[in-house]
């Protein structure tokens, strides 16, 4: 059995989705961003705002500030805020594209979206096995705590009232 491979895309998560850019897909699909994004612009029918969407300035400033795209300013860099899409808009992308690499990653692609999904489904697990321990620990802990409180009073001799010295005395 082959060792599972690990998916390197960068995903992000823009408005609660997980989504990729782009200038990402363009990368992978073997073309260029302007190419890219030409072909989606005469397919957005192919595209709607669950499949694919236009980030606001202020989310391509947190995904600047993320080290996710490069600044704008003094580059020659992006003029618009890219174009995000989510793992539908992502395959959707590839068929509009239609060339061999962009099928052949499309399929990778959606693998990545799959481990994505994956590593949160094994996070949630986690967290929720880790919330039963410490459930448990805290059920443990009080009743330790009844124990050792019950058992204080018998560790320590009780007061008792002053005993005749043994022996005669006249």
Do not use: W
Not at 43 to 68: C, V, W
Not at 72 to 81: I, M
Not at 124 to 151: F, G, Q, V
């Amino acid at each position: 059995m082959a060792a599972k491979k690990s998916i390197d895309i960068p995903i992000h998560t823009v408005r609660g989705q997980r989504v990729v850019m782009d200038s990402d897909l363009a990368a992978l699909y073997g073309v260029t961003t302007g190419r890219f994004n030409e072909a989606v612009k005469r397919n957005l029918k192919r595209f709607p705002e669950d499949f694919a969407f236009q980030i606001t300035p202020e989310e391509m400033l947190l995904l600047i500030s993320q080290n996710a795209i490069s600044k704008t300013e003094g580059r020659g860099g992006r003029r618009t805020p890219p174009r995000v899409f989510t793992e539908h808009g992502a395959l959707m992308a590839a068929s509009v594209l239609n060339s061999d690499r962009a099928i052949s990653m499309s399929v990778y692609v959606i693998r990545a979206f799959i481990e994505i999904r994956e590593q949160i489904a094994a996070n949630a697990l986690i967290l929720k096995r880790l919330a039963e321990i410490d459930n448990t620990l805290l059920i443990h802990d009080a009743s330790l705590r009844d124990i050792y409180k019950k058992l204080m009073p018998l560790l320590a001799p009780p007061p008792s009232a002053p005993r005749k010295p043994i022996g005669f005395h006249p």
